[in-house]
């Protein structure tokens, strides 16, 4: 089915959107349920509700019991009444996913990306959104947006203004998209690490609303993303998160960064720092990643590997623990490659509290990425089901 198949102006709306979202987090609930919690008139609930069935984005799923009188009818998210494909390029592979409104991955691929970056990295993005939409079309699957998470630098309107590893320099890689694509405004780019943050929180949390917490990933790079009352935070400009960069080493010989300046976190403890501070330290040359390198560490039969994950760990769990006096966090979630690895996860832990202050622990929860790899995906599909509510929807990024 075509992307963004039937009218979906009259979405766009804030009571639409507060009572699919209402829906969607107590379901299954009854229309009298619906109209204690968000005080709107009954006639107005029974409206959009109908509405919202019409569009297959809801569906009846049974009776409450009754007080008196009729039982009322429940309703909950239809999963099949739309989906989402979503192209995430965190890692050395793009992980591609179509995802379902139950935010379930109910397909996935990968494609290696090419080394060569630039113009062919946006090729294989292109490509990929292509074949996520010929998929659903070829399944009869309503497709109601397309996403990606990149890392680097990505303003609000989908300009990726940095991001090495891909070598993107001020790419408008949301307007190539939507021009590529022949669509206007059902295409979302949103930071790979703001995405999974989201996720994290939309999944773990039984109201969203209640929470505020940082997810943090150290993988190749590091970054954090932050939700405060449900909401993901971007700073001013899309830029918030660049934990990587919080320099932690202030010697004239600290090691320089890959954004030019040195004693960057990233350039401390991202898997390419610990895997060259392995080598430096005397560690065998058989240790050529970091998922070797942890697992050795883990072993505890290697002292070399052990002691360049512990230090990488605190390294992160000081600049976490920071943040933590900052913010005020309920919650710090690990995440990326090195999150597997309970040597790391033990540092990262103990540099945290070690660094924030007592008050700042009462009620904190730290704890690993519950999505793991998926969290990129369901992340943009989420912010993308909450963009297509929103009243601006065909302006924000």
Same mark, same amino acid.
């Given at each position: 089915?075509?992307? *963004?198949?039937?009218?979906?102006?009259? &979405?766009?709306?804030?009571?639409?959107?507060?009572?699919?979202?209402?829906?969607?987090?107590?379901?299954?609930?009854?229309?009298?349920?619906?109209?204690?919690?968000?005080?709107?008139?009954?006639?107005?609930?029974?409206?959009?509700?109908?509405?919202?069935?019409? =569009?297959?984005?809801?569906? !009846? @799923? *049974?009776?409450?019991?009754?007080?008196?009188?009729?039982?009322?009818?429940?309703?909950?998210?239809?999963?099949?009444?739309?989906?989402?494909?979503?192209?995430?390029?965190?890692?050395?592979?793009?992980?591609?996913?179509?995802?379902?409104?139950?935010?379930?991955?109910? =397909?996935?691929?990968?494609?290696?990306?090419?080394? =060569?970056?630039?113009? !062919?990295?946006?090729?294989?993005?292109?490509?990929?959104?292509?074949?996520?939409?010929?998929? @659903?079309?070829?399944?009869?699957?309503?497709?109601?947006?397309?996403?990606?998470?990149?890392?680097?630098?990505?303003?609000?309107?989908?300009?990726?203004?940095?991001?090495?590893?891909?070598?993107?320099?001020?790419?408008?890689?949301?307007?190539?998209?939507?021009?590529?694509?022949?669509?206007?405004?059902?295409?979302?780019?949103?930071?790979?690490?703001?995405?999974?943050?989201?996720?994290?929180?939309?999944?773990?949390?039984?109201?969203?609303?209640?929470?505020?917490?940082?997810?943090?990933?150290?993988?190749?790079?590091?970054?954090?993303?932050?939700?405060?009352?449900?909401? &993901?935070?971007? *700073?001013?400009?899309?830029?918030?998160?660049?934990?990587?960069? #919080?320099?932690?080493?202030?010697?004239?010989?600290?090691?320089?960064?890959? @954004?030019?300046?040195?004693?960057?976190?990233?350039?401390?403890?991202?898997?390419?720092?610990?895997?060259?501070?392995?080598?430096?330290?005397?560690? %065998?040359?058989?240790?050529?990643?970091? !998922?070797?390198?942890?697992?050795?560490?883990?072993?505890?039969?290697?002292?070399?590997?052990?002691?360049?994950?512990?230090?990488?760990?605190?390294?992160? %769990?000081?600049?976490?623990?920071?943040?933590?006096?900052?913010?005020? &966090?309920?919650?710090?979630?690990? %995440?990326?490659?090195?999150?597997?690895?309970?040597?790391?996860?033990?540092?990262?832990?103990?540099?945290?509290?070690?660094?924030?202050?007592?008050?700042?622990?009462?009620?904190? !929860?730290?704890?690993?990425?519950?999505?793991?790899?998926?969290?990129?995906?369901?992340?943009?599909?989420?912010?993308?089901?909450?963009?297509?509510?929103?009243?601006?929807?065909? #302006?924000?990024?």
């Amino acid at each position: 089915m075509e992307l *963004g198949a039937g009218n979906q102006s009259d &979405l766009r709306d804030a009571n639409t959107g507060f009572i699919f979202q209402l829906i969607r987090r107590l379901s299954p609930i009854s229309r009298t349920d619906i109209v204690e919690r968000s005080r709107l008139a009954p006639s107005t609930v029974s409206v959009i509700t109908g509405n919202l069935q019409e =569009k297959r984005l809801i569906r !009846e @799923c *049974g009776h409450a019991m009754s007080n008196g009188g009729r039982r009322p009818v429940l309703l909950e998210v239809d999963p099949d009444g739309g989906h989402f494909v979503v192209a995430d390029l965190s890692g050395a592979q793009m992980r591609v996913g179509v995802i379902n409104l139950g935010m379930q991955v109910i =397909k996935q691929w990968f494609i290696p990306l090419s080394r =060569k970056g630039g113009e !062919e990295s946006y090729r294989q993005v292109l490509s990929a959104l292509q074949s996520g939409r010929q998929w @659903c079309g070829e399944h009869n699957l309503s497709l109601l947006g397309l996403g990606v998470a990149s890392p680097g630098l990505i303003r609000d309107d989908g300009m990726v203004i940095e991001a090495d590893n891909l070598g993107w320099y001020l790419l408008p890689l949301r307007r190539r998209l939507q021009e590529a694509l022949s669509v206007e405004d059902n295409i979302l780019v949103e930071n790979d690490t703001n995405a999974a943050a989201y996720g994290e929180f939309e999944f773990l949390l039984d109201r969203v609303e209640e929470g505020s917490g940082m997810y943090v990933s150290v993988d190749t790079g590091i970054g954090a993303g932050l939700v405060f009352n449900g909401e &993901l935070f971007s *700073g001013a400009r899309g830029l918030a998160g660049e934990i990587g960069h #919080v320099r932690v080493r202030v010697d004239p010989d600290a090691p320089v960064c890959g @954004c030019g300046r040195q004693g960057c976190l990233e350039a401390v403890a991202a898997g390419p720092a610990m895997v060259r501070d392995y080598h430096a330290s005397g560690g %065998g040359a058989e240790v050529m990643d970091l !998922e070797t390198l942890l697992a050795r560490a883990d072993s505890l039969d290697d002292e070399v590997a052990l002691q360049v994950v512990v230090q990488a760990g605190a390294e992160v %769990g000081r600049v976490i623990g920071g943040q933590v006096n900052i913010l005020n &966090l309920e919650r710090v979630i690990l %995440g990326g490659l090195a999150a597997s690895s309970q040597t790391f996860f033990d540092s990262v832990r103990s540099a945290l509290l070690a660094v924030a202050l007592p008050h700042f622990q009462t009620g904190l !929860e730290f704890h690993r990425s519950t999505l793991g790899g998926q969290g990129g995906l369901i992340g943009v599909a989420s912010l993308s089901l909450a963009q297509l509510f929103h009243p601006s929807a065909s #302006v924000d990024r």
